[in-house]
């Protein structure tokens, strides 16, 4: 037997193999630019809204589960009731790792129908409870899981259908939760104030069912007859190619990217009071302003400007080159933090709004320019794994953010110290995120002197064998005279 190594035949073996798994593969079609992709589009849309306007509009359930669970023997029922809206947003950012998997595997039509489904079943069970604690499993868990596996093919699909207009369709699709957010508080309100907490819940399942029918949207472009015939010859039993299973599922070494790292500990420790104003803003307002009417309307001013803020800042950050972009991360935090502690000052109903408006323009900061700054730090080759990670980060204190809030308010009997004390964690966590482009710049500078250095040592060894063999030297003058 012939010994193991490479050798003329085993690479003859190799090329011939590479042919036909290229000759196997089927040629990538280019995106339509339009054509279906627009109904692609108007899903995802009603996707973005359906997830995130439900979440965002929590602080009127939040209020409704309160009046309809109240026990006056409980004196932390605001803590628990914190946890089903905190729970739940949690989740979607929790389980975005771990759908981008499937989404790989299964493709993006099964996992947003199936999360869709799922989705449908916990809300659907919500309607069904008689105390606060089900709902921790039906709506914090379930219904969550159920919006994550929808919300991340809805994202993904758009890169298949579209690549010149794909700036603008994102816009648009993301201005979908923006939109919900600003529609959903007065039609829960009036919702709950005509049919109960619990007919709601079953009105919101029509936006669930809807979501399942868009699923079926995201059609696959490979889907023809000539790709499944590649495809099934690409895996036949009978391929003379060995198939190895994926490499990496999870690439943790991005985390060796230290200002990636540096981002991902800095984000999340901004979070913890972000979700704070979302779901206990309602309350407060209740508590404060007794006599005022239309009080979702400070959510609804959020949602506006955060439309707003992420078409602009996001057109802001085009100007902006490379890693600097994090300045208008911190510059989002910075106001943020301000906002939240400015909200137990507001003595006027108009000065609360103020402050939502300005609160919610910056968060459409912060939302718009996260994809670009982790294209920015680790690249295109790893920018989903990383905002995947960064995503299942957050969730930590985007769920421990307002039952801690609940908990202050159950004890000290308002919310003054929770928003003061909300206010706290972006200020860190945008001090923190300064330190990202100067490391950013010092380890592009090591790589730079590293490549210098290598490239001299090169030369160095060049010239070393030159002079160590003078024949060369005289071949290569008579090769010039010649």
Same mark, same amino acid.
């Given at each position: 037997?012939?010994?193991?190594?490479?050798?003329?035949?085993?690479?003859?073996?190799?090329?011939?193999?590479?042919?036909?798994?290229?000759?196997?593969?089927?040629?990538?079609?280019?995106?339509?630019?339009?054509?279906?992709?627009?109904?692609?589009?108007?899903?995802?849309?009603?996707?973005?809204?359906?997830?995130?306007?439900?979440?965002?509009?929590?602080?009127?359930?939040?209020?409704?589960?309160?009046? /309809?669970?109240?026990?006056?023997?409980?004196?932390?029922?605001?803590?628990?009731?914190?946890?089903?809206?905190?729970?739940?947003?949690?989740?979607?950012?929790?389980?975005?790792?771990?759908?981008?998997?499937?989404?790989?595997?299964?493709?993006?039509?099964?996992?947003?129908?199936?999360?869709?489904?799922?989705?449908?079943?916990?809300?659907?069970?919500?309607?069904?409870?008689?105390?606060?604690?089900?709902?921790?499993?039906?709506?914090?868990?379930?219904?969550?899981?159920?919006?994550?596996?929808?919300?991340?093919?809805?994202?993904?699909?758009?890169?298949? *259908?579209?690549?010149?207009?794909?700036?603008?369709?994102?816009?648009?699709?993301?201005?979908?939760?923006?939109?919900?957010?600003?529609?959903?508080?007065?039609?829960?309100?009036?919702?709950?104030?005509?049919?109960?907490?619990?007919?709601?819940?079953?009105?919101?399942?029509?936006?669930?069912?809807?979501?399942?029918?868009?699923?079926? /949207? *995201?059609?696959?472009?490979?889907?023809?007859?000539?790709?499944?015939?590649?495809?099934?010859?690409?895996?036949?039993?009978?391929?003379?190619?060995?198939?190895?299973?994926?490499?990496?599922?999870?690439?943790?070494?991005?985390?060796?990217?230290?200002?990636?790292?540096?981002?991902?500990?800095?984000?999340?420790?901004?979070?913890?009071?972000?979700?704070?104003?979302?779901?206990?803003?309602?309350?407060?307002?209740?508590? /404060?302003? !007794?006599?005022?009417?239309?009080?979702?309307?400070?959510?609804?001013?959020?949602?506006?400007?955060?439309?707003?803020?992420?078409?602009?800042?996001?057109?802001?950050?085009?100007?902006?080159?490379?890693?600097?972009?994090?300045?208008?991360?911190?510059?989002?935090?910075?106001?943020?933090?301000?906002?939240?502690?400015?909200?137990?000052?507001?003595?006027?109903?108009?000065?609360?709004?103020?402050?939502?408006?300005?609160?919610?323009?910056?968060?459409?900061?912060?939302?718009?320019?996260?994809?670009?700054?982790?294209?920015?730090?680790?690249?295109? !080759?790893?920018?989903?794994?990383?905002?995947?990670?960064?995503?299942?980060?957050?969730?930590?204190?985007?769920?421990?953010?307002?039952?801690?809030?609940?908990?202050?308010?159950?004890?000290?009997?308002?919310?003054?110290?929770?928003?003061?004390?909300?206010?706290?964690?972006?200020?860190?966590?945008?001090?923190?995120?300064?330190?990202?482009?100067?490391?950013?710049?010092?380890?592009?500078?090591?790589?730079?002197?590293?490549?210098?250095?290598?490239?001299?040592?090169?030369?160095?060894?060049?010239?070393?064998?030159?002079?160590?063999?003078?024949?060369?030297?005289?071949?290569?003058?008579?090769?010039?005279?010649?």
């Amino acid at each position: 037997a012939a010994p193991p190594g490479p050798g003329p035949s085993g690479d003859a073996e190799a090329a011939a193999e590479k042919v036909e798994v290229e000759l196997a593969a089927p040629e990538p079609r280019p995106p339509p630019e339009g054509g279906w992709g627009w109904l692609v589009m108007l899903a995802a849309m009603w996707c973005n809204g359906s997830v995130f306007g439900i979440q965002n509009a929590c602080g009127v359930l939040f209020v409704s589960m309160l009046e /309809t669970f109240d026990s006056k023997d409980d004196d932390q029922m605001v803590f628990k009731t914190a946890w089903v809206s905190s729970l739940s947003m949690g989740m979607i950012f929790l389980c975005c790792p771990i759908v981008s998997v499937f989404t790989d595997i299964v493709g993006c039509r099964k996992t947003a129908v199936v999360g869709a489904a799922v989705g449908f079943i916990g809300l659907m069970s919500s309607s069904f409870v008689s105390s606060i604690e089900p709902l921790y499993l039906t709506y914090g868990i379930i219904f969550a899981c159920g919006c994550s596996f929808a919300y991340q093919p809805s994202l993904v699909i758009l890169g298949h *259908y579209f690549k010149k207009r794909l700036g603008l369709v994102n816009g648009i699709v993301t201005a979908g939760s923006s939109l919900f957010t600003i529609l959903l508080p007065l039609l829960l309100r009036v919702l709950i104030d005509n049919t109960g907490l619990f007919n709601t819940l079953r009105v919101l399942c029509i936006f669930m069912f809807v979501l399942i029918l868009a699923g079926f /949207t *995201y059609r696959p472009l490979d889907s023809n007859a000539k790709d499944k015939e590649s495809e099934s010859s690409r895996f036949s039993l009978f391929s003379r190619k060995k198939f190895s299973p994926p490499k990496k599922v999870f690439n943790f070494s991005i985390f060796k990217v230290t200002a990636y790292a540096v981002w991902a500990v800095g984000i999340p420790l901004a979070l913890f009071g972000y979700f704070v104003p979302y779901v206990h803003l309602i309350k407060h307002v209740n508590e /404060t302003f !007794q006599g005022e009417e239309n009080k979702e309307v400070v959510l609804m001013s959020i949602g506006i400007t955060s439309g707003v803020g992420r078409l602009l800042f996001g057109r802001i950050a085009d100007y902006v080159p490379g890693v600097k972009k994090v300045y208008l991360q911190v510059l989002s935090f910075f106001f943020i933090g301000l906002m939240s502690m400015m909200i137990p000052l507001c003595k006027v109903f108009g000065a609360l709004i103020a402050v939502c408006l300005i609160m919610g323009l910056f968060d459409g900061c912060f939302i718009s320019i996260m994809a670009p700054i982790a294209f920015a730090l680790v690249g295109a !080759q790893d920018v989903s794994q990383a905002i995947g990670f960064l995503l299942g980060l957050m969730s930590i204190p985007m769920t421990v953010g307002p039952p801690v809030a609940g908990l202050l308010r159950d004890k000290l009997g308002s919310y003054n110290v929770a928003f003061y004390l909300a206010g706290v964690p972006p200020l860190i966590g945008g001090a923190v995120l300064c330190f990202i482009p100067w490391i950013h710049s010092k380890k592009q500078r090591e790589i730079q002197k590293t490549t210098e250095g290598e490239k001299m040592e090169k030369m160095l060894g060049n010239q070393n064998s030159l002079l160590s063999n003078p024949s060369e030297i005289f071949k290569k003058e008579a090769d010039s005279v010649i």
